[in-house]
């Protein structure tokens, strides 16, 4: 039994590849196309050795199962990012919080894993105790993208079971949020129970309907008043509890003088109770509780499908989410002691103090503000701020929290808490608050005010008249009758079922909106679309491009697969792009490999019986002397061979696929256009032609990111223009947030993303355009269901005035009008959406 992943790159070296000439062939384990040099092992081939490795391990363990269930699983890690990335989990106070219980052994934990997409993802962690010694139990929570581990805590630490999973391809998102946030539910309280309370009495009152539904003779006198009183007491709980709520919206709604839909909704069910207990009392009919029963259930049941959430998506992220849990804190603050003799240990964010000092490694965020001490700091801030370039900065310099290095690891004295920083200072400005005075009204509710008014008018109308003309018997019994069949189920079930189904359909085109009524703002035909351009018109992983110093003199195959394996053997950013750039080519056999932080990487690569020293990084590390200023305006990455300067990689955010397109078409439906970017205005000409000059905004701070969309709706507030914000990073939190419409865009909708209405995918960005067009759609629906409930209503309204309906009228009238009604729009929601 396996208890720790060992590093594959110990057993398994590029000398132990076998170069292929042939076509590419799939990776055995995740699918993804080997290079032209895969690794081959127990006749199967594989990417990398990570893949490798975790097919031995399940191999060895009787677990080769997991490829029979999926086609192929998920690329693993082979290399923890830091050896020292998880040490905080050694933490015991830290631990203590993370955990759901712990008896100083046996312990109990909730992982969040975003990577969990496949029947053979559940299978395989579930068998975590076949893996790991020390786990007793694993079980999947398959919606929810979570896992809970029992396991003992003295035979494998929290630590070591993290880290195991994550070289298995599932990291847990451990983030300060995760520890802090409750878990909330979109239901209201005990709203399951009461829909289970209605379902149940209903499917009871219609089976003992049945006799009266068909005309069935009955032998004894006293089986209907018997049924009758069974009646009354299975319709209490219905009444009483689970159709409460419409009489308390109703109160509500008249207390604060309003009308909507409970109105009309508590008059039905009084009136459909309060003559069915007349009329079963007095024998003079069966009543109509099995329609009161049905009305309430299937009320609820559209409530249940208007509030259907996506369970491991969240719309209300804040910096939480992308900060870790735990900083490495400097043991001896004493600046006078040498540093290499202090030691470090993970702490808390919330117990960091003013004046600690704390190490920030490669790849690790600043958890708090602080001066910088000693190292070569290179702070991507581009989360925070929204530009793309590092910034250097130098010992003595001012660093801001949320910002990531790239580098050697950095000294930082705090200069305040976490809670006191620039950027939670920022986060949790009032400025940041959605003004909600002037949110969209809901549809259904305009037409409940209006459905309300003639429904009462008809039914005092109608009683007024046959009060005079025939006295008050029939008066009463047609102003009831009135109050029954107008009762507007068909128009209160229209909106949330279509929405609800038009909701679903857009999240299967990755189109996450946070509700239903997030439908009606997105058909707006007025808006002002604002977008952001890293990460959200751009890709947030750079592209590398080749330029040569010798113009017309390209890489040849053997240099590209030399720098492929140069490259895939560093974990920077940087590095990745070079490779992803150029590892269609396969690797080369790499020795001595060489890597210098902050400045690149070196290393001996063999190409077929030769032997050159290339490297890959700025202009000082490959060996250019006296190199002009605008190597430092561009992001350039050097590569030299044998010492001679080949040429450069060009970094830069391409485009989204048809994300001009996309512009050009919201341009000809004449939306206004904005582009607001906290980079410099290196790339203003790319986008000029479509934004015009006046509309183009670079150099934006997230305040004022948030100043411009303040200002921008005080103008608008008289042309009722809506505005629409389309961004990415936590630079953009207080723009989506104050914007009556906040869309994220996220490489992946399980991770980090700002507060939001909704989050799309960036593969799904160029069909906003017919997301928008499909929810103007969608309204078009609601408002043609609302029209057929209404001829529903007139019919039914025509036997009750005339003083002629019966209850089998009610009993088929009121479903019938219900399901036509929620049938049509869920159809015609599904007929539309083929065109997306």
Known sequence: MATLLENPIQENTQ???????????????????????????????????????VYDILTKNGLDN???????????????????????????????????FTDGNFTRITFKLPQIHCASCVWLLEKLPNLFEGVQDSKVNYLRREASVSFYSKTISLRILVENLTKLGYSPDLKLESKNKKKTDNLPPNFLLRLGVAGFCFGNLMLLSFPEYLGLPIVEDDFPR????????????????SGA??????????????????????????????????????????????????????????????????????????????????????VNNDLENDTNNKTTKSISLSDLKINDIVIVKNGQLIPADGELLEGKAQIDYSFVSGESEPVKCKKGQRLYAGGRQWGEPLRIKLLKTVSQSYLMQLWNSDTFDKDNSKLLKNLTQRWGRNFTIFVLLVAFGSASYWLYAEGWQIAINVFTSVLIVACPCALALNAPF??????????????????????????????HLIFDKTGTLTTSTPSAIWKSIQKNEE??????????????????????????????????????????????????????????????????????????????????????????????FELLNPLREN?????????????????????????????????????????????DKLEFLKSLKAKNQQESQSIFMIGDGLNDAGALKQSDFGIAISENQEQFSPACDAILRAESLPKLAQFMLYARQTIWVVRFGLLISLCYNLVGLSFAVSGTLSPIVAAILMPLSSITVVGMGVFLTWFLSRKL
């Open 555 to 648: 890489l040849t195959i053997e240099d590209k697969q030399a720098l492929a394996a140069l490259a895939s053997y560093s974990l920077h950013p940087i590095s990745k792009a070079i490779y992803a750039a150029i590892s269609e080519f396969g690797e080369g056999i790499i020795y001595d490999f060489e890597e210098k932080i902050g400045a690149g990487t070196q290393a001996k690569i063999q190409n077929g019986k030769n032997i050159d020293n290339w490297k890959i990084g700025n202009a000082d590390f490959v060996g250019i002397k006296n190199h002009v200023n605008d190597y430092n305006e561009k992001s350039m990455v050097f590569v030299s061979k044998n010492d001679e300067v080949k040429g450069h």
């Open 226 to 241: 018997f049924f009758g009183y069974l009646n009354i007491l299975l319709s209490l709980p219905v009444l009483l509890f």
């Open 498 to 527: 279509a929405f609800g189904n038009a909701r679903q359909i857009l999240a299967k085109k990755l189109f996450f909106l946070k509700n239903t009524d997030s439908i009606e703002m997105l058909a707006s035909q007025k808006a």
């Open 659 to 703: 994300s001009l397109s996309l512009l050009q078409d919201f341009k000809k439906q004449n939306f206004n256009l904005s582009l607001l970017s906290g980079d410099t205005e290196r790339e203003k000409m790319r986008f000029i032609d479509i934004f015009g000059e006046k509309n183009i905004h670079f150099n934006q701070k997230p305040i």
């Open 245 to 330: 709520n419409y009489f308390k919206d109703a109160f509500y709604a008249l207390k604060h003088k309003t009308l909507n839909f409970d109105i009309p909704i508590a008059l039905g069910i009084t009136a459909l109770f309060g003559r069915s207990i007349f009329e079963i009392i007095s024998q003079t009919g069966a009543g109509y509780l099995d329609s009161l029963a049905a009305l309430i259930f299937l009320l609820l049941v559209g409530q249940w499908f208007q509030r259907r959430t996506f369970d491991s998506i969240s719309f209300e992220r804040d910096y939480q989410s992308y900060f870790p849990l735990a900083a490495l804190l400097e």
């Open 15 to 53: 000398a132990n590849k076998k170069i292929k000439k042939s076509e590419k062939m799939p990776c055995y384990h995740c699918g993804d196309d080997c290079p032209s040099n895969p690794i081959e092992f127990d006749e199967h081939d594989f990417c990398c050795t990570g893949c490798q490795t």
């Open 66 to 100: 997991y490829y029979n269930l999926e086609k192929t699983g998920i690329a693993p890690s082979s290399i923890i990012e830091n050896p020292e990335q998880f040490t905080y989990l050694d933490n015991e106070e830290l631990m203590r919080q993370l955990v759901d």
